[in-house]
Structures are given as C-alpha cells and as structure tokens.
C-alpha cells in the first residue's frame, strides 16, 4: 500500500513540474514541444520508414527546449530565475547562461516545414510526395504533426557519359572516368550521391592537370519521362565551361620561400640576387640560409614538366605541414609568363622557433593502480642540422603513490633523462622510396631514468634504440625499431624486500623466489615492429575499431652466434642476455549507440616464448593483469598467473604478479547523463599464464583448460568529460575468482552490498585519469 501512495506522489510531482514551466508563458502563447512525421507508403518496409521518419523529424525548426527523461531542466532554471535588473550578477548568468528560453508554439512555420520535408524527398527520389501540417494542444502544449505521402521511389534506368568519339579532349577525359561513378544503375534516384559525382568528377579531372575546373562545370540533366519509375541521368560538360577550364596545365617555375612572415611580407619577396639558390627544379629564397635545399626536393612532389595534379598538390602541402618545422604553409599557383598551359607554384613558408623549451606537469596513472604526478622540462632544437632534424633534451621527475590498499606507503619516485634525434627521412644503406602524404622518420634515441620503490629497492634502468616510423595514411602507422637495447641494474635493495625474499624462499621450499627476478641484472637487445590501425577520430562512423600489434625478437642475432642454454646461460659484458620471441594484439571495437552513448570492447591477446638462455620473459618484458586500466575488480597485478595465488601478510607489500601469456576481454558501455558527466557499466574477464612449468608456482602453467581459469569482474563508474581531462570514477567487485577450488570460482551468489565483510574484501574504487581503453 505504501509502494502505490509513493507512486502517486511521484506522478503529482512531475505533474506540477511540468505545469510550473507553462504558467510562465506570454498571454495567448503555448509551449513548443516538438513535431512528429508520418510517413505514409505501402511499398516502403516499416524499418525504412521509421528511419526517414527520424531523418525528417531532424529537419524540421525549431528544435524543442531540451529534456532529460520527459523533464525540462534548463527552461525550469530560466523561469525560476526571473528577469534580471540588470545584465550581470547570479540571477542574469544563471538565466542566460543555464537556462534556455521557451520555444513557442508561434515560432514555428508549419507552411515552412512542409515545404523543407517536400523538397527532402523529392531530392531522395520521391517525386510525387505530398506534405500536409496540422497541430494538437493540450494544456498551454501544442505539437506540431506532418504527414508525408511519398509513393513510390524513382530508380537509376541509365548513366550516360560523353560519348567516347566526343569533339573535345575534356569530354573524352569525362568519359574515361566513369568506371567508378557513384551513379549506379537500378539504385534509387538521390540528389546528394549527383553531387558527390559531380565532386569526384572534379577531383580525377584535377588529378589529370586540369587545374581550373570545378564541380559546377558538371551537369546531369535527369530525365524522368522514360516511366515505369525511373530516371536517366546524363553526365556532361556545361556548354558556358571556360576555355581556361578546359585545358591541361603543367608545372614550370617552382619557388621556395622558406622564411616567410606576414608582418614582413614585401621585404621577404624582394631580395639580393644573391639570396636565390638555384637548386635542381627549385628556386630557393633564403637570405639566412636556414635550410639546406635537399630538403624541398624530398618533400615536394611537383617537379618542372610535371601535369598538375590535385593528388600531388595535397600531398605536398600534408608534408610540409607533418614536418613540424613550419608554422604556417601557403601554396599558390599563378599562370607561366614564359610557357603557354603552364603554372608557376609558390610556396609561402613560416617557419618555427628554431629552438624551444617546455615545462609540463602532468597527472598520471599507471598500470599497478598508482596516481601521481610527473614534471618534464624539453628542450628542442627543429632545425638541428639545417634539414628539419628534431634535437629533444628531455629532464623529468615524478612521484607515484597508492593511497589505498596493501601497497599504500610504498611509493615511486622516478628521476631520469632522454636524447632523441628525429630526422624527417628514411636513413638506409638502401634507397627506400616513400610516396605517403606523411613525412617518414628516423629516429636514434638514448635515455637513463632511476627508480626509488620506497623501502624496497631502487632500479638504474639505460635504454637505447634506432629505427623507423612511418604512416601509410591517417589510420596506419608503422614503427620497426631495428635495435632496441634495454639495461636494468638493481641498487639500495633493502632489509625488507631481502627479508621477503627469504620468507617466500622457505614457504615454497625453493632455491630461487620470484621476486628475485625483479631485482636480477636484465640485458634485453633485439629488434622490435609494431603496426597500428586506428579509424576512431572518425566520429560518424556507426562502428569504428583500434588495432595494435607488435612483435619483439630479443638476443636472436647474438643466440645463433654463441648459442644458448638456461642452465649455463651466455653473458655478454658479465650479464647474461635475454632470448625471447613477444608478440602482443590490441583489438578494439567502439560501437556509436546514438550521438551520446557507445559501446567499447577490447580483446588483448600476448604470448611470450623465451628459449635459449632464458627459461621465462625478463621481468620488465612479462605481461601483467589487474588495475584500473585492466580487470578492475582485482587490484592491479595481482591476478594470476593462472589459479597460483601468493599468500602475503597484510603488513607486507602486494608483490607484482606476471606472466609469458596473456587473455584480456573487456566490454563497456558509456553514456552521457548531463553536461560533463558521464556513466558507465563494465565486465571485464581475463588472466596470465607462465608458458613453462614453474614448480614455486603451482597452476600457473598453461593448459588447455585455461578458460576455466579466467578471472571475470563487473562494476560501474562515472567520468567528468572534460575534453582536455578525464577524471575517472570506477567501483569494481569480482563475479569469477580463479584462485579459488575448481568449482567454487563463481562467486555471484556470494554478492552481499549490505555486509562490510564482504564490502571489504571484493569491492575495488578505481581513481584515474583518462578512459581504460
């Protein structure tokens, strides 16, 4: 009985609710709460038909005040908030600038909607569609109603093109162009896809040297006299086309200005004789001699005699840009004065600060569940050796902490150094041709850091490595660096972590813990190559995926050389080297719901195979599970590897967990609820395996029963979208725990909100920045 007066409350309040936003109205007006379209036809299928039917509705003006759950918010804060006295202070800030007026029912053109939805078929191919208006009101509400009676749709019966025997040369080009018109024979009449024609006619024509054409030369005469239905559509060239528009143009002069500026424009064109560089096809102003003219002819692609091409134009310009040297680029094309059908190019370049210091402070979180902060001070040079080589200096220093569970109190500092020399080419013994729209890179980089884990140990760790970077186009990036050298020396190991180490020593009963691989001398050398594919900056895109793969083949050269053996292992300057075949797939798949919630899964797939002198990965290259960017239900790293479990004492640090394979699954859905604040609920599944036995680690070998042995966590979150910042929010709790007995690893029935027992041991508060994946 209780549940139904609730109930009634409930419905009376957002009664009132909604009244109390109509009884602000003008004397006479109504409230605008939206239009609604019936489309009406027999032939068309209901799912077609409730898809025009909200592409008609988004035509129509105005837009409704915007509502939350059938609430109007906004226009409550704007009534409630009254006319301000004057154009500032609480009241005015609060109504202009979070509120949102009242749409009236007078501020809408029934007439004009009509017409607007009339014309959208009719360019969709419905040809005989008729459009009626009407409205309904209710309580100071009125809604606008449009019914669309379209009939049946007209199809392409033919596409015709200039005929190949045509007088003109541009006709004849027209008409070699066809083979991929988006005019397709028997598809359904549409204005939009003519006017792409029309844009990708323009486009091959450009690419052919005819640089004075544009789409509005092109004409398709649509003749819907042929009946039953259809339409033919005849492709030609518009009889008013300029002669200039007609012709195929060459380049002839190339000229460089490569210290461009705006403020100075005059005195940068008009200078000493001496100044112009003459190099190959190029004509190079540059009075401080700044750049080495090498470098023009690696990036452009025009060269004199060169038909002008749109494809060659953009590519040049892309590069340019994608250099990082300049900070504006401005490209013009003006007529020969010495060769008839020809163009002389400028290009008009400003470039950078040659040199350049930054200071960052960052906020970051890692892998293992600690937040922190990092401070890095760059220093650049962009123009080192008079070729666009990037000098970057880097010094950095960062503190990294866990302010809840075991671990809490052993913190990370981190202080380290980095050298990289970036040049906008390939370097090779071999001459390695490149026609991308992106400058490829080679890159040589050397850098130190140190580790302090507090009351643990502290770890020098060198790096170094030379190799490529390059992109196929906006979605496809290669890396190879062709070695990869990585050093980790352990120092200041403390009482603590030895003391550990012993304990853990005597538990198992074996010669050799774990956690003494963490502070082992590791000597790790070897070429690595990742590839990516990223298509998720397109937005519009219904389904958009992210995919990274990369292998790492470490100590292969150097094993056949000296050959291998874990029991005697090789050293090389007193370390014994690592041996190892990694590969790792990163597969992601974003799903676009609406314009306001998404659905992300990911699947992580790695395996690592060490031989030779190595008997597992070294530590630093081991896969590991379990955080805030993994299985959040876990802690991080701590999951694993298969149904093994450490017993730590509560007083003691959380020792990393890792593993030669990994699995990783999760899915996530995402949905805007006001402003800047977002939701989110998760599964996430997933576990690590040694790929050799390890008789200190019972289980966690593994085998074909691996699926039984995944660790499967829930929970839900929120995010303040910022843009700029994503503070993450999420609260986790396991459903599948793999430690546990076969047969008892399913603990959903275990779920208890209410006990603090339970709350204590399974639910996970996840802090970070940014969003898992």
């Known amino acids: 009985?209780?549940?139904?007066?609730?109930?009634?409350?409930?419905?009376?309040?957002?009664?009132?609710?909604?009244?109390?936003?109509?009884?602000?109205?003008?004397?006479?007006?109504?409230?605008?709460?939206?239009?609604?379209?019936?489309?009406?036809?027999?032939?068309?299928?209901?799912?077609?038909?409730?898809?025009?039917?909200?592409?008609?509705?988004?035509?129509?003006?105005?837009?409704?005040?915007?509502?939350?759950?059938?609430?109007?918010?906004?226009?409550?804060?704007?009534?409630?908030?009254?006319?301000?006295?004057?154009?500032?202070?609480?009241?005015?800030?609060?109504?202009?600038?979070?509120?949102?007026?009242?749409?009236?029912?007078?501020?809408?053109?029934?007439?004009?909607?009509?017409?607007?939805?009339?014309?959208?078929?009719?360019?969709?191919?419905?040809?005989?569609?008729?459009?009626?208006?009407?409205?309904?009101?209710?309580?100071?509400?009125?809604?606008?109603?449009?019914?669309?009676?379209?009939?049946?749709?007209?199809?392409?019966?033919?596409?015709?093109?200039?005929?190949?025997?045509?007088?003109?040369?541009?006709?004849?080009?027209?008409?070699?162009?066809?083979?991929?018109?988006?005019?397709?024979?028997?598809?359904?009449?549409?204005?939009?896809?003519?006017?792409?024609?029309?844009?990708?006619?323009?486009?091959?024509?450009?690419?052919?040297?005819?640089?004075?054409?544009?789409?509005?030369?092109?004409?398709?005469?649509?003749?819907?006299?042929?009946?039953?239905?259809?339409?033919?559509?005849?492709?030609?060239?518009?009889?008013?086309?300029?002669?200039?528009?007609?012709?195929?143009?060459?380049?002839?002069?190339?000229?460089?200005?490569?210290?461009?500026?705006?403020?100075?424009?005059?005195?940068?064109?008009?200078?000493?004789?001496?100044?112009?560089?003459?190099?190959?096809?190029?004509?190079?102003?540059?009075?401080?001699?700044?750049?080495?003219?090498i470098i023009f002819d690696r990036t452009l692609f025009f060269h004199r005699g060169d038909k002008y091409s749109r494809r060659d134009h953009n590519l040049s310009l892309n590069r340019l840009v994608n250099m990082g040297t300049f900070k504006f680029v401005k490209n013009e094309f003006r007529l020969s004065d010495s060769l008839p059908s020809a163009l002389d190019v400028y290009y008009y370049l400003t470039p950078l600060p040659r040199k350049s210091i930054r200071v960052e402070i960052l906020a970051k979180t890692n892998s293992a569940n600690y937040n922190g902060s990092e401070i890095n001070v760059n220093w650049s040079n962009r123009n080192t050796f008079r070729a666009a080589e990037l000098l970057n200096v880097s010094v950095f220093g960062g503190l990294e902490v866990q302010v809840s569970g075991q671990n809490k109190g052993y913190n990370v500092y981190r202080v380290g150094t980095e050298v990289s020399l970036t040049w906008p080419r390939f370097i090779s013994p071999i001459h390695i041709a490149d026609s991308s729209a992106y400058i490829p890179r080679t890159r040589a980089l050397v850098s130190y850091e140190y580790q302090n884990r507090s009351k643990l140990y502290s770890l020098n760790s060198f790096k170094a490595n030379f190799g490529y970077l390059w992109k196929d186009n906006p979605r496809v990036e290669h890396q190879l660096m062709v070695t990869d050298i990585n050093f980790v020396s352990p120092t200041n190991v403390t009482d603590i972590y030895r003391a550990q180490i012993e304990a853990d020593k005597n538990e198992t009963g074996a010669l050799v813990s774990p956690l003494e691989k963490v502070i082992e001398k590791q000597l790790i050398f070897g070429p690595t190559y990742s590839y990516t594919y990223n298509n998720s900056t397109q937005k519009r895109k219904r389904n958009t995926f992210y995919y990274k793969g990369s292998i790492d083949l470490a100590g292969t050269i150097a094993g056949i050389a000296t050959g291998g053996n874990t029991d005697d292992p090789t050293k090389l300057f007193g370390v014994p080297f690592s041996q190892f075949i990694k590969t790792e797939h990163d597969f992601r798949h974003y799903l676009n719901i609406t314009a306001n919630s998404q659905l992300a899964s990911r699947i992580i797939v790695g395996a690592g195979l060490p031989y030779g002198n190595s008997k597992e990965l070294p530590f630093i290259r081991q896969f590991f599970i379990g955080g805030t960017n993994s299985i959040r239900a876990f802690r991080a790293r701590s999951i694993g590897p298969g149904t093994y479990r450490r017993e730590v004492d509560n007083s003691s640090f959380l020792p990393d967990e890792s593993g030669d394979i990994k699995l990783e699954m999760n899915t996530e859905y995402r949905a805007k609820l006001f402003s800047v604040i977002h939701g989110a609920l998760f599964i996430d599944a997933g576990n690590i395996w040694l790929w050799n036995k390890n008789d200190n680690k019972p289980g966690a070998q593994f085998s074909s029963k691996f699926m039984d042995e995944v660790a499967v966590g829930t929970g839900a979150g929120l995010r303040v979208d910022l843009s700029f910042l994503v503070l993450r929010l999420d609260l986790a709790w396991p459903l599948r725990k793999p430690y546990l007995p076969e047969g008892e690893r399913w603990v959903i029935d275990d779920i208890d909100f209410g006990s603090k027992y339970w709350r204590k041991e399974n639910l996970v508060f996840n802090l970070a920045i940014g969003y898992p994946f």
């Open 1 to 293: 009985m209780n549940n139904k007066y609730l109930y009634y409350l409930i419905l009376t309040l957002l009664f009132a609710y909604g009244c109390s936003n109509t009884k602000y109205l003008p004397e006479g007006e109504m409230l605008y709460v939206g239009g609604e379209v019936k489309v009406i036809d027999t032939v068309m299928k209901r799912k077609d038909r409730k898809a025009m039917e909200k592409e008609l509705e988004g035509l129509l003006r105005p837009k409704p005040n915007r509502a939350i759950l059938g609430l109007k918010p906004k226009l409550y804060i704007y009534n409630i908030a009254g006319e301000p006295k004057k154009e500032k202070g609480f009241r005015h800030w609060l109504r202009t600038k979070v509120g949102e007026p009242p749409v009236l029912f007078s501020q809408v053109d029934l007439d004009y909607n009509a017409d607007v939805l009339q014309n959208y078929s009719e360019n969709k191919g419905y040809f005989k569609t008729r459009t009626a208006a009407d409205s309904t009101s209710s309580n100071k509400r009125a809604k606008a109603k449009y019914t669309v009676t379209t009939g049946q749709r007209y199809t392409i019966r033919e596409v015709l093109f200039p005929g190949d025997s045509t007088a003109t040369e541009l006709d004849s080009t027209v008409a070699s162009i066809k083979r991929r018109s988006r005019l397709k024979k028997g598809q359904p009449y549409d204005l939009a896809v003519i006017k792409e024609e029309r844009e990708r006619i323009d486009q091959r024509l450009k690419n052919k040297g005819y640089y004075y054409f544009n789409p509005d030369y092109i004409l398709v005469q649509v003749d819907s006299t042929v009946g039953n239905h259809q339409v033919d559509l005849i492709v030609k060239v518009k009889d008013e086309t300029p002669q200039k528009a007609r012709k195929v143009y060459s380049i002839d002069d190339i000229y460089v200005y490569p210290n461009y500026s705006l403020a100075t424009a005059k005195d940068t064109l008009i200078t000493a004789q001496d100044s112009v560089i003459k190099y190959k096809d190029f004509v190079i102003t540059d009075p401080q001699h700044t750049f080495r003219p």
